[in-house]
């Protein structure tokens, strides 16, 4: 029964987490950052302003534009409803799961980076939307996303002990799991640098067309390129690898990473055609961020030798 | 669905961002000297993106971060002919055309930046009536404000001329005015 409940409650804090992320880039790309120019407050008040009268009057109110101030107010709501569902989360794994330690530092550790990333937040209101501090905060809620989707993986194995995979956790299989997380995780920080630079170019030249942007970026953005066609030889090698597995959990987990980074390549070249379309930008960071959890928990799927 | 979600989010954002930039009032008629000793009216606003703004030389608090955030502003908008600037002085006394024309040649690299003086009561009208900025205890309580004003001498917004974030604001608004013609 607390094992049914733990997995439940581990399920929904790592869909609940991609979620922010997706509730986060939009912020991003909507330039929605500074919706609300104070932190934790929106304003002066819990609740954002929904017209210029509400704004208490020693707060400048020039800044005020409610839309962008909604979807600033929506990442951090979210943030605290993650928050609170991986505190229970973690109440839960102290209570029942004290003896496996997996779960239990798991469910912790990831307690931790929620409220540290939390607090990052703060730092990226009050440090005017640094591109580096806001691609900090991304890439600590990929770590979050990774942790909970091992946390939710163990527990699963708790309930379902049906097997997964005929696939043993080969010395082969292994090192290739390990190499494309560590690749993909590299392959975003590649992105967010491209991104990150994209934004300070853009800063110090406002006239610039996003063409004229692209042109003036490093070389590595070539390296992402290059680095995500790499990604999908290693996809391609992970299905070969799997190719006498029947279809259970294990195999359609590697056919999802082998089609996501197909549509994460197909998203990047549409970006550099079409002019970064925001909603593109948009899908092509959150799927990105699926692969990184996914992998996770394909990698824990896979049964000891 | 999420897909339908963002979009309407990114939407509405950029619609936002449209409607956020009011209309204020209208630039009063007005009639300054510029450092260079030419006549300046609201003419000049006519066609051009113009950020107006109040200073003195010898102010020593916000103005100089005010001044180099013009410069910035000047030099990144440099490839437009649609924008100026225009500063005008809240101690003509001390800021004869000469001590402006200094001023100038130490923040401005291009000919679209106005240093103006005129007659205090007018320019004391023009700040409170004309731009609706405070202008109590000259010349150090000129407002810190920069004003953004369209090609049809619309006021359109205010902006803290001492708050990088706000210069970031201010940029975009001047971009999204350039996209609309």
Redesign the interface.
């Known amino acids: 029964m607390s094992n049914k409940f733990f997995f439940r409650s581990a399920l929904t804090s790592t869909i609940l987490s991609y979620l922010l992320i ?1 509730v986060g880039g ?1 912020v991003r ?4 950052g ?1 919706g609300c ?1 104070d932190w934790p407050k929106c304003f002066g008040r819990w609740v954002p302003p929904t017209s210029i009268e509400q704004i208490p009057a020693h707060i ?1 109110s ?2 005020f ?4 101030a909604w ?1 600033e107010y929506g990442n951090r709501t979210l943030g605290v409803i993650v928050g609170i569902s991986i505190l229970l989360m973690s109440v839960i794994a102290l209570i029942y799961f004290r003896k496996n330690n997996k779960i239990l530092f798991s469910s912790l550790l990831s307690l931790f980076l929620v409220i540290s990333n939390g607090g990052l937040g703060a730092i990226v209101v009050s440090s ?1 939307l640094n591109p580096f501090i806001v691609s900090l905060h991304m890439i600590l809620a990929l770590f979050l996303v990774s942790v909970l989707s091992y946390t939710t993986i163990e527990s699963y194995k708790i309930i379902d002990t049906n097997k997964f995979t005929n696939m043993y956790l080969s010395k082969k299989i292994s090192t290739s799991l390990i190499l494309l997380w560590i690749f993909i995780v590299i392959e975003i920080l590649l992105g967010t640098g491209i991104r990150t630079n994209i934004e300070l170019i853009a ?5 610039f067309t996003k063409g004229e942007l692209l042109s003036s970026l490093n070389s590595y953005k070539y390296l992402h390129s290059i680095l995500g066609f790499s990604l999908l030889f290693l996809s391609i090698y992970l299905c070969y690898l799997f190719r006498d597995d029947f279809l259970g959990l294990s195999k359609q987990l590697v056919l999802f990473i082998f089609g996501m980074i197909m549509f994460q390549i197909f998203l990047g070249e549409l970006m550099i055609f079409f002019e970064l379309p ?2 593109t930008r ?2 092509h960071t959150w799927g990105s961020s699926w692969l990184v959890g996914i992998i996770i928990i394909l990698y824990n799927t896979l049964q000891y030798e | 669905m999420l897909g339908s979600f963002g979009l309407i989010v990114i939407d509405k954002a950029a619609r936002s961002r449209i409607d956020n930039i009011n209309f204020i009032g209208k630039v009063p008629s007005f009639s300054l000297t510029n450092f260079d000793g030419s006549v300046v009216t609201e003419k000049q606003l006519n066609n051009k993106i113009s950020i107006v703004s109040f200073m003195f030389t010898q102010c020593e608090g916000a103005c100089p971060i005010m001044s180099n955030n013009i410069a910035t502003l000047q030099e990144r908008f440099s490839s437009s002919k649609d924008i100026q600037f225009l500063s005008i002085t809240t101690d003509p006394d001390f800021d004869t055309l000469d001590i402006l024309n200094q001023y100038s040649s130490n923040y401005s690299k291009n000919d679209n930046w106005f240093f103006l003086r005129g007659d205090i009561l007018d320019i004391i009208d023009l700040s409170e009536k004309g731009f609706f900025l405070d202008a109590k205890l000259l010349p150090a309580g000129h407002s810190l404000r920069f004003v953004l004003v369209d090609k049809e001498l619309n006021i359109r917004k205010y902006y803290k001329g001492d708050e990088i974030s706000n210069i970031v604001e201010l940029q975009s608004d001047i971009v999204t005015l350039l996209n609309q013609g």
Request: glycine content about 4%.
């Open positions: 997706f939009l790309v909507s330039g929605s500074l120019p400048d020039t800044a534009n409610i839309v962008l979807i005017i800063i110090d030249n406002p006239l925001q909603l948009l899908f």
